[in-house]
């Protein structure tokens, strides 16, 4: 069986304890590798790699530091189809999902950065009476980076890319249900030419290994994504040692359909913002509100399509949803399907857990549709994160505008309309760090990416990400 190692100082290690955890396939409900229980002594151990490199790796020329990170880019891309398959073997998602987007993006994380670094503008500023400030942008230290398990590799990058691009050394954490692609990358690290020490890879669990690098007094910052209240207690932890945090957490996201709307590019694109990755990713529209003179057309169309959309074998070409990403997961999501029968909802297609032929022990589950549901209950206000999503509908955009807000989250937005004025009202007015108009999950590396209200804290992407991972200084120089 698969025993994945940590990465520590540029080497592939055992656990100190040299005890380790179950790693499931989610497809097959199997046991297929398993990875370390890390806790304090690893992250010290970590900690210790990261802090000896740290001068050197801070020192070296920024170019010399992007041509490493292209090498690893480029390595990435070169191991394309291993890490597809990894990723769709650890997580449960599509294979074609893994190929299309996890993995070409978790290189162009790393690509964007690398360059990135390059290119950061520094800015000086002159006073009249003979003095000049400049901004020294400088690494902090040891950061910690905290990824989770929907979008494994993905996510990995993301955080660990502009912090070492920008001179930093990490202990990150990705999660212990999807470790697989993280394991991978190590070994890819090593191929690169990533200095000993620069990134150290600690697998185990949030409240160990996790807890260890949070509550570390000498690493500088955390960058963490995953659920609110995980980020809840980040947070108190940090603010008690003062350090940086960036949190990313959950969303409730409103996916807000005008009757003037492109309907067909519409339907097409909802499906997919509602259950892309088997629903599992923050910026899924999960609550659905139509206005009333479509609602009857839209919810027809919907499930008519929902009826094609095969659920089954990650690796079967024809699959459209996977696996839902472990056992436990699966329970709570169809323990949301439950609750919304007892706030008086009506399940309109879905609901159930899937058994499919040769892989009966899989976390299979239908996509879930249903109505009849208040915008205020606990199935429309609380993050299920799954393959399920509520139909409402609305009179007026005042209306809407209400319940898309009336949630303790504020992630993203999507608005349908082909009133360009309407679009930036609502825009303007949504309670959201995203919005997109007519469209759905369009990303450019360079804007600002993050919620607001219980949906997170802190912006990543672009220069943002860089000056996070960065302190800046002021130099007043008399001439």
């Known amino acids: 069986m698969l025993k994945i190692q940590n990465y520590i100082n540029g080497e592939l290690v055992s656990p100190v ?9 989610p497809s097959k409900g199997e046991v297929y590798s398993l990875i370390p229980d890390s806790e304090n002594t690893d992250v010290e151990k970590a900690y210790n790699a990261a802090a000896d490199a740290f001068n050197g790796w801070a020192s070296t020329p920024k170019e010399e530091r992007s041509r490493i990170l292209l090498k690893l880019a480029d390595l990435i891309d070169e191991n394309h189809e291993e890490l597809a398959k990894a990723e769709a073997t650890d997580n449960g998602k599509p294979l074609f999902l893994a190929k299309m987007v996890d993995i070409p993006r978790a290189s162009a994380n790393i690509r964007f950065f690398a360059t990135a670094v390059i290119h950061n503008p520094s800015e000086s500023y002159h006073m009249e009476e003979g003095y000049t400030n400049y901004v020294l942008k400088q690494p902090i230290g040891v950061v910690g980076c905290i990824s989770p398990w929907n979008l494994p590799l993905y996510l990995f990058t993301w955080k660990i890319a502009p912090a070492i691009a920008s001179g930093n050394c990490v202990v990150a954490k990705p999660s212990e249900v999807t470790p697989y692609t993280a394991y991978l990358f190590s070994k890819l690290c090593i191929e690169a030419g990533l200095p000993k020490g620069v990134l150290n890879i600690v697998h185990g669990l949030g409240t160990s290994a996790g807890d260890a690098i949070v509550s570390h007094k000498n690493i500088k910052a955390i960058s963490f994504t995953g659920g609110t209240a995980t980020g809840r207690i980040i947070a108190k932890k940090c603010a008690e040692e003062f350090k940086k945090v960036s949190l990313e957490l959950g969303g409730k996201n409103p996916n807000i359909i005008f009757d003037d ?23 899924c529209g999960s609550r659905i509100f139509i206005q009333e003179g479509i609602y009857e057309k839209f919810k027809t169309a919907f499930i008519e399509k929902l009826k094609s959309h095969k659920v089954g074998n990650p690796f079967d070409t024809e699959t459209k949803m996977g696996a839902l990403v472990s056992k436990d997961h699966l329970e709570k999501v169809l323990s949301y399907v439950a609750l919304a029968k007892e706030e008086g909802g009506k399940i309109l297609f879905g609901g159930n857990r899937l058994t499919i032929e040769g892989f009966e022990n899989g976390y299979y589950m239908e996509p879930t549709v249903i109505e009849g549901l208040p915008f205020n209950c606990r199935t429309n206000q609380e993050e299920i994160f799954g393959p399920v999503v509520t139909l409402i509908p609305f009179k007026t955009e005042g ?45 450019d590396l360079r804007t600002p990416f993050g919620g607001v209200k219980q949906s997170g804290v802190g912006r990543e992407g672009g220069f943002r990400a860089l000056n996070f991972f960065t302190e800046p200084k002021n130099v007043c120089l008399k001439y």
């Not at 304890?17 to 396939?25: A, E, P, Q, V, W």
């Not at 909802?270 to 599992?280: C, I, P």
């Not at 082909?418 to 997109?436: C, E, F, H, P, T």
């Open 17 to 25: 304890s040299n005890t380790y955890l179950d790693n499931y396939n």
């Open 261 to 283: 709307c492109d309907f067909d590019k519409m339907l097409k694109t909802t499906l997919q913002s509602s259950f892309a990755n088997q629903g599992q990713i923050c910026l």
């Open 399 to 443: 209306e809407v505008l209400s319940y898309a807000n009336s949630t303790p989250y504020g992630l993203s937005a999507t608005v349908w309309t082909q009133d360009v004025s309407k679009a930036q009202r609502m825009a303007k007015n949504l309670d959201a760090g995203i919005v997109w108009i007519n469209c759905w999950l369009v990303r």
